[in-house]
């Protein structure tokens, strides 16, 4: 996919709107429009990466900042902090957006995979 057809980069540069949860300088998360769980954002690099499959050495602390970002969401999360972090790579996996991002679902008992 062409970065200037990306939802999600269109999204981080605020061509279309979102409900943002957390912004700094690497990382943008928002709700999902489509929640799984009562709790359902969208951890999203900034920089337009496709997958873990396109992560180049040079992009390691984007994907670092996935999981500091899925660390501060967790914090706020009430009873035990319980949390899922899922990651598709490839249209096969469901990947429906080529820009790498990380659902993070909580709120409800996810016992089944």
């Given at each position: 996919?062409?970065?200037?057809?990306?939802?999600?980069?269109?999204?981080?540069?605020?061509?279309?709107?979102?409900?943002?949860?957390?912004?700094?300088?690497?990382?943008?998360?928002?709700?999902?429009?489509?929640?799984?769980?009562?709790?359902?954002?969208?951890?999203?690099?900034?920089?337009?990466?496709?997958?873990?499959?396109?992560?180049h050495d040079a992009d390691l602390l984007n994907a670092a900042?996935?999981?500091?970002?899925?660390?501060?969401?967790?914090?706020?999360?009430?009873?035990?902090?319980?949390?899922?972090?899922?990651?598709?790579?490839?249209?096969?996996?469901?990947?429906?957006?080529?820009?790498?991002?990380?659902?993070?679902?909580?709120?409800?008992?996810?016992?089944?995979?």
């Amino acid at each position: 996919m062409d970065i200037k057809n990306c939802i999600f980069c269109k999204i981080i540069a605020k061509e279309i709107p979102s409900d943002i949860i957390l912004e700094n300088d690497d990382i943008l998360v928002i709700k999902d429009l489509h929640p799984k769980a009562p709790i359902h954002y969208l951890i999203i690099p900034k920089k337009h990466i496709v997958n873990i499959k396109e992560l180049h050495d040079a992009d390691l602390l984007n994907a670092a900042q996935i999981m500091i970002a899925a660390r501060e969401l967790s914090r706020k999360l009430s009873g035990d902090g319980s949390f899922r972090l899922i990651m598709n790579n490839g249209a096969d996996s469901g990947q429906s957006v080529f820009h790498m991002h990380c659902h993070f679902l909580s709120g409800k008992k996810m016992l089944d995979f």
